[in-house]
C-alpha cells in the first residue's frame, strides 16, 4: 500500500513539474485563476472550480513536502502549519483566504529562491574556470581529450582565448593570461617557458604548450568549485539553533491553537469565533522568516564574499570570522612576498656598482635564492670567462677569484670585518684580497597591503598580531619590531608552529594565516585556518577554512567586516521576526486581529526579513 503511493507519487510530481517547470510560473498560473475567481464570485460553480484549481496549483507541493517529512517523522514544520491554516480556512468557507495564505507563502519562498540564485550568479562567475576537453598533443599531432582522462606529465595546447583547463608548467611559447576569475587582478600576466600556470586562467594573445603537473582533481580551478559546494552544505552554529528551535516551537504552538480552540468548552463562546482565533495563531506562528532568513544571510554573505576574492569553505567559518581575537601570520610568502632582493649596497673604499659587479661575479655559480636576487640585480652580462679557482665554503659561503683578485662572499665567519649590519634581511660581506670590501643586504619585500593591514587590526579592530616564522630570530625580530606585532617565535618548525597556535588558543579564538606546505599543519589546528589561495600551496588550501584569493592581506579586514555586518543582519532579522509573531499571537488571542492581518504577521514579514538581506551583496566592506 505505501509503496503504491510512493510510487504514484513519484508520477504525480514529475508531471506537475513538467507542466511548471518554474516556481514563478505556478505562482502566475495559480495566481491569475485566484484573481479571476474572485472577479467570477456571483458565478458559484465557476468560482468553485477557480479556487480548487488555484489552490492545488498553488499548494501541491507544500502536501507533497509534508508528505515526506512525515516520513521522515520530521511532523511539525511550515508546510503543515499552512495545510492546517488554510483548511481551517475553508471549513470557515473562508475560500479566498485559504488560498491567499498558500499564495503569499509561495511568493515568500519564491523571493527566498530569487535573491539565493542572485548570490548564486556570482558564485557561478567564479566557479566557471574550466571547461570540458583540452587539445592535447601526442606524437605532432592535436586531438580533443576529455579533462577526466588526461593524466599528469601530459603535453596539452591552449589557443588564444582559451581557458587553461589544467595546472601545469609552460614548455613552450610566450603569452599573457588573464588570472582574474583566479585572483580578482585585473592586469593579465605574462607568461614564458618554465612558468608554472593555473587552471580557470585564460590564455590571451599566443599559444602556450604546457606540461600539465596533475589530474583534474589535482586542478586549481576543481578545487574552488569543490569548496563552493561544500560551502552550501555546511551550517553555522547559529543556524543549527534556529532549526532546533523551530522544532521545539512549532509543535508547542500547535498545541496552543488546539487549546485555543477549546476555550469555549471551558468558558462558553461562539466555537466558530475561537476556531478562527486559532487558525490566525497557526498562521502568525509559522516560523517562516526564521527558517528562511537565517541560511539565506549565510548563503548571500559567502556569495558576497566569493565576488571579492575570499572563499569561506562554509557558514560557520563566516560566523566565527568576526570572533577571531589572534592573528597568527607566517612570514614568508604572507607578509612578506616570498621574493629576495637587494634591498641595501654598503661600500667601502668603492662605489656601490663595483661592489655589486664583484659580488655578482663571485656568486654566479652558485644555486643558493640568495646569489640569485644578487646575479639578478646586476644590470650586466656576466662573463664567466673572469672567473676562476671558484669553491663553495659549506656554511660560510663563497671563494673564487675574479680579475685576478681573491674575493670572498658570505657571512662573518668567512670575511673578518667588526663592520656587523643590522638590517632587515640577510647580509652577505665582500672582501678582496682579504680587505673589506662592503657589504650588500638581501630582503624578501613586504607585501604592500602588509603594513597598513597589520596596523589596522591592531589599532582598529583591537586584535592581537603575532609572526611565527623558520627565519633568523635577527630577521623576524627587527621586521616584528617594525610591524609592530604583538609578539613573534623564530627559527620554528612545522610542528613546533603548531604547538605555539594551540598554547595560544587558551587566550582565545586564533586564525593562522600562512601559504606554504609547512603551514599546513598549523592552519588546521587553528580555530579559523586561512591560506593565501593565490600564491599558497595545495596543503595549505587544503587544510584552510578561509581562502584569500587575491595575494592580498586587506582582504582579512574585509572578511572581518562581512562577518559583522551579516551577522548583524541575521540577528536584526530573527528579533524583528520574533517580536512581530509575538505582538500578533497576543492580538490574535483576544480576538483584535483579522486572518488578513495574520497573513501580514507571517508571509509579509518574511518577505521583508528577505528584502532586508539582500543588503548583504550591496554592503560596503
Known amino acids: 500500500m505505501i509503496g503504491n503511493i510512493q510510487k504514484y507519487t513519484k508520477i504525480f510530481i514529475k508531471k506537475m513539474d513538467h507542466y511548471f517547470e518554474s516556481d514563478l510560473k505556478k505562482i502566475i498560473v495559480g495566481g491569475c485563476l485566484f484573481f479571476t475567481s474572485i472577479f ?52 470557515l468557507k473562508e475560500y479566498p483566504e485559504g488560498v491567499m495564505i498558500i499564495f503569499l507563502y509561495q511568493i515568500g519562498e519564491y523571493l527566498g529562491d530569487l535573491a539565493t540564485d542572485k548570490s548564486k550568479k556570482s558564485l557561478v562567475k567564479l566557479m566557471d574556470l574550466s571547461c570540458d576537453v583540452a587539445h592535447v598533443e601526442t606524437n605532432g599531432t592535436i586531438n580533443d581529450v576529455d579533462l577526466r582522462l588526461i593524466p599528469s606529465g601530459r603535453i596539452i595546447v591552449i589557443k588564444p582565448g582559451e581557458k587553461i583547463p589544467l595546472d601545469g608548467r609552460v614548455i613552450e611559447g610566450d603569452s599573457f593570461i588573464d588570472t582574474s576569475k583566479l585572483t580578482g587582478e585585473s ?121 571579492e576574492g575570499i572563499l569561506f569553505k562554509g557558514n560557520n567559518e563566516l560566523d566565527l570570522f568576526r570572533k577571531i581575537d589572534l592573528f597568527v601570520f607566517d612570514k614568508t610568502g604572507t607578509i612578506t612576498k616570498g621574493i629576495f632582493k637587494v634591498t641595501q649596497i654598503n661600500p667601502v673604499n ?22 640569485g636576487a644578487v646575479i639578478k640585480a646586476y644590470p650586466k652580462k656576466i662573463d664567466k670567462t673572469k672567473i676562476s679557482n671558484y669553491e663553495e665554503i659549506p656554511g660560510m659561503g663563497i671563494s673564487c677569484e675574479y680579475l685576478r683578485k681573491k674575493i ?50 591592531q589599532n582598529n579592530e583591537k586584535k592581537e598580531t603575532i609572526m611565527v616564522s623558520g627565519d633568523y630570530e635577527s630577521i623576524v625580530k627587527r621586521m616584528s619590531l617594525k610591524l609592530k606585532m604583538s ?118 514579514v518574511t518577505v521583508i526579513v528577505i528584502l532586508y538581506s539582500i543588503r548583504i551583496l550591496k554592503l560596503k566592506l
Open 40 to 91: 467570477l464570485k456571483k458565478y458559484y460553480v465557476i468560482h468553485s472550480i477557480l479556487i480548487f484549481l488555484s489552490y492545488f496549483i498553488l499548494s501541491y507541493e507544500i502536501y507533497v513536502k509534508a508528505y515526506y517529512h512525515i516520513r521522515k517523522k520530521v511532523i511539525f514544520d511550515e508546510n503543515l502549519l499552512m495545510i492546517l491554516a488554510s483548511l481551517g480556512a475553508f471549513l
Open 408 to 457: 670572498k662572499v658570505g657571512n662573518q665567519k668567512l670575511v673578518s670585518t667588526h663592520n656587523h649590519q643590522d638590517n632587515i634581511g640577510t647580509v652577505i660581506y665582500i672582501s678582496v684580497d682579504d680587505v673589506y670590501a662592503g657589504s650588500i643586504t638581501i630582503s624578501d619585500e613586504l607585501k604592500e597591503s602588509a603594513i597598513n593591514t597589520l596596523y589596522l587590526l
Open 187 to 307: 592586469t593579465p600576466r605574462r607568461v614564458k617557458v618554465n612558468d608554472f600556470v593555473l587552471s580557470g586562467s585564460v590564455n590571451q594573445n599566443k599559444i602556450l604548450k604546457i606540461k600539465v603537473s596533475g589530474t583534474l582533481t589535482d586542478s586549481t580551478a576543481y578545487k574552488i568549485m569543490k569548496l563552493m559546494k561544500e560551502a552550501e552544505n555546511k551550517k553555522a552554529k547559529t543556524e543549527t539553533f534556529m532549526s532546533k528551535f523551530a522544532r521545539i516551537y512549532t509543535p508547542l504552538v500547535t498545541i496552543c491553537a488546539f487549546l485555543i480552540m477549546l476555550v469555549p468548552f471551558f468558558i462558553g463562546g461562539s466555537k466558530s469565533l475561537w476556531f478562527r482565533r486559532a487558525l490566525s495563531f497557526l498562521v502568525v506562528s509559522c516560523p517562516c522568516a526564521l527558517v528562511i532568513s537565517i541560511p539565506l544571510c549565510f548563503f548571500l554573505a559567502i556569495g558576497r564574499g566569493a565576488r
Open 487 to 604: 609578539d613573534y617565535y623564530a627559527e620554528v618548525l612545522p610542528t613546533e608552529k603548531v604547538k605555539i597556535v594551540e598554547d595560544l588558543k587558551k587566550k582565545g579564538i586564533v586564525a593562522f594565516v600562512g601559504d606554504g606546505m609547512n603551514d599546513a599543519p598549523a592552519i588546521k589546528v587553528a580555530d579559523v585556518g586561512i591560506a593565501m589561495g593565490d600564491m599558497g600551496t595545495d596543503s595549505a588550501i587544503e587544510a584552510s577554512d578561509v581562502i584569500i584569493m587575491r595575494d592580498d592581506l586587506s582582504k582579512i579586514l574585509m572578511g572581518i567586516t562581512l562577518s559583522r555586518k551579516t551577522n548583524r543582519i541575521l540577528w536584526t532579522n530573527i528579533i524583528f521576526s520574533i517580536f512581530i509573531k509575538m505582538l500578533f499571537l497576543v492580538l490574535g488571542f483576544f480576538g483584535i486581529t483579522s486572518l488578513w492581518m495574520a497573513l501580514f504577521a507571517d508571509v509579509g
Open 350 to 371: 668603492m662605489s656601490k656598482d663595483e661592489l655589486l659587479e664583484i659580488a655578482a661575479y663571485a656568486e654566479f655559480y652558485s644555486s643558493h635564492p640568495i646569489a
